[in-house]
C-alpha cells in the first residue's frame, strides 16, 4: 500500500516542521493527505545563511563531481518511481501512467543538465602578440526558483538541475498543493550525498516567501515557472535589486490544421492531448484555427473523441483525465464557457463540473468562438478546446498571433510553402509540426513575447544560472 510522504521543510541538510501548516487535499477524492508546514522568516532566514554557506562548497566542486553526484540522484528517482507517481497522483490527481513518466521526464532533465555541467565551455579569442584574452563561466550564486503545481515532480527538477549543474545553490519554493514531488527529489539527493545547504526547500504562503526572499543581497537568480500575472510581479521585485530572472510564464498554445493533413489523425491526437493533465499545461493546444474545407470533419472528430475521454480518479486503471487542481479552477472555467456561448459560441461538449465529489470539470469543446470572447485572450488551464475556421494560411496565422503570449504553437501541415511561412511567423518560443510534443530535456524551452525570459533544457539551459567573465591579460603593461 502507497505511503504519502512526511512533509517537512529541509534546510541546511536538516529536515524540520513548523507551527503553522496547510492541509494537502486529494482534488479527486477532497480527503486530507496531510499537513504541510510553512517556512517562518526564521526558517527563511536559516535557509538564506545556508544556502550561502552551501554555495562555496558547491561552486568549488568540479563539473565531474557534480555530475556523477546528480546523475546518482537520477538514478535514485528511477528506482522510486512507483513509489514517487503514486504520490504524485494522490495530490494532483493525473492518471497513474502519466506521474510515471513524469518521474521519468524528471529524472530526464537531471541526466541531461549533468552532462551539460561538463560543458560550460569559455572560450580564447585571437589577440595581438604579447597578449590573450579569454571568455570565463561562473555560477551565479543563490538561486531562489519557485515551481508550480501542475507538474510536481518534474517542474521541480528543471529548476534545480540547471542550478546545481551550474554549480548554484538553491532555495526552492514548491507548489503547497502538491509538495511530494519536490519532497522526493530532495530525499534522492541527501541520500546522493549533496553537502548540506546547497539544495534547500521550503513551504508557505507564496507571497511572503517571494517578498522575502528575493530582495535579499545573497539572491542572484529568480527562476519561476507560473502564470504571467505572477511572473511579472516577482520580475518588479527582482529589478529593485537588479537581480536577474528566469520566466517561464503562461501560454495560449495555437494550432494551426492546414487542408492538406490527415484529418482524422490530427483531430484524434488533438482532442487526447488537449485533455492531458486536464488541460493545466502552459503548452496545452487550446485555439484549433482548422481550414474551413475540413472543419465539419475535424470538430464532428474532435468532439467525439474529447466527450470519450474516461475522466476519475487518477489512480483508477484506464482513466485518462483527473481532477483539476483546486475547487477554485472550477467557477473560473465554468465563467470561460458561460461567457463565450453569450456571445455566440457553440457549446459541442461539457462546459461544467464532472461528478459531485472531486474538483472534477467536463471534457469541453467550444466551436465557432468569436475573438471577443474572453478565452481567445485568457488562458483557460483547463480541459477546454475551441475550434474556429479559417479561410487560409493568413487569417491562421493571424489568428494565432493574435494574443499577447509566445510560448507554445503548433502545425498539422505537409506542404513545404507552409511550414517555411510557418515557421518564420509563427511568434512563439517553441514550435512543433505534425506533432504536438513541445519540448525534451536536450532541447531549449521557453516563450517570447509575455511567456517570458530565458531558456530551460538543450545547451542553452544553464546560461542564466552563470555570469560570464571576460579577462584581458597583457604580458607588458601597457
Not at 97 to 118: H, T
Not at 342 to 349: H, I, P, V, W
Request: glycine share 10%.
Amino acid at each position: 500500500m502507497h505511503t504519502y510522504p512526511d512533509l517537512q521543510l529541509f534546510i541546511n541538510g536538516q529536515w524540520r516542521d513548523s507551527t503553522k501548516t496547510l492541509p494537502v487535499v486529494n482534488p479527486a477524492t477532497e480527503a486530507v493527505l496531510g499537513q504541510l508546514p510553512c517556512a517562518s522568516y526564521a526558517d527563511l532566514e536559516d535557509a538564506l545563511r545556508a544556502a550561502k554557506a552551501g554555495f562555496e562548497v558547491w561552486r568549488k566542486t568540479s563539473p565531474r563531481a557534480r555530475a556523477d553526484l546528480i546523475v546518482r540522484a537520477a538514478a535514485i528517482m528511477r528506482d522510486r518511481q512507483e513509489e514517487i507517481a503514486q504520490s504524485i497522483t494522490a495530490e494532483h490527481g493525473k492518471p497513474l501512467l502519466q506521474a510515471r513518466l513524469e518521474v521519468i521526464r524528471g529524472a530526464e532533465f537531471f541526466e541531461w543538465d549533468a552532462g551539460e555541467a561538463m560543458r560550460t565551455y569559455g572560450r580564447v579569442i585571437p589577440s595581438a602578440a604579447g597578449g590573450k584574452i579569454s571568455v570565463h563561466h561562473s555560477p551565479i550564486g543563490v538561486v531562489a526558483a519557485f515551481s508550480p503545481w501542475n507538474f510536481p515532480m518534474s517542474q521541480p527538477a528543471r529548476k534545480i538541475a540547471g542550478a546545481l549543474a551550474s554549480g548554484c545553490s538553491v532555495i526552492l519554493k514548491a507548489a503547497e498543493e502538491t509538495p511530494a514531488g519536490a519532497i522526493h527529489i530532495v530525499r534522492a539527493f541527501e541520500e546522493a550525498g549533496l553537502p548540506p545547504g546547497v539544495l534547500n526547500l521550503v513551504f508557505g504562503v507564496p507571497s511572503e516567501i517571494s517578498e522575502y526572499l528575493i530582495p535579499q543581497p545573497s539572491v542572484r537568480l529568480v527562476a519561476l515557472t507560473g502564470s504571467t500575472q505572477v511572473g511579472r510581479h516577482l520580475t518588479g521585485l527582482a529589478a529593485q535589486s537588479d537581480t536577474r530572472v528566469l520566466m517561464e510564464l503562461g501560454g495560449h498554445a495555437p494550432v494551426i490544421v492546414c487542408e492538406d493533413t490527415d484529418v482524422e489523425q490530427a483531430a484524434i491526437s488533438g482532442a487526447v492531448r488537449k485533455m492531458r493533465n486536464a488541460g493545466q499545461v502552459c503548452t496545452s493546444p487550446t485555439r484549433f484555427f482548422i481550414h474551413e474545407s475540413i472543419f465539419d470533419h475535424f470538430v464532428d472528430t474532435f468532439v467525439a473523441r474529447a466527450a470519450a475521454t474516461i475522466v476519475g480518479n487518477g489512480i483508477t486503471d484506464g482513466v485518462e483525465m483527473g481532477p483539476t487542481a483546486n475547487k477554485r479552477r472550477i467557477p473560473v472555467l465554468s465563467a470561460l464557457v458561460e461567457d463565450a456561448v453569450a456571445q455566440g459560441a457553440k457549446l459541442r461538449t461539457g462546459g461544467g463540473q464532472h461528478g459531485d465529489t472531486g474538483y472534477f470539470f467536463h471534457p469541453t469543446v467550444l466551436t465557432d468562438v468569436p475573438s471577443s470572447a474572453r478565452i481567445m485572450q485568457e488562458e483557460p488551464f483547463g480541459p477546454i478546446a475551441v475550434l474556429n475556421p479559417v479561410g487560409n494560411l493568413d487569417e491562421a496565422i493571424a489568428q494565432a498571433n493574435a494574443v499577447p503570449y509566445g510560448l507554445a504553437g503548433y502545425a498539422f501541415t505537409n506542404r513545404a510553402d507552409y511550414i517555411d511561412r510557418l515557421i518564420d511567423e509563427i511568434e512563439v518560443g517553441n514550435f512543433s509540426i505534425n506533432t504536438l510534443e513541445a519540448s525534451l530535456p536536450e532541447t531549449p524551452f521557453g516563450g517570447v513575447k509575455s511567456s517570458g525570459y530565458g531558456r530551460e533544457g538543450g545547451i542553452e539551459g544553464l546560461e542564466s544560472y552563470l555570469t560570464v567573465k571576460n579577462v584581458w591579460h597583457s604580458a607588458v603593461i601597457a
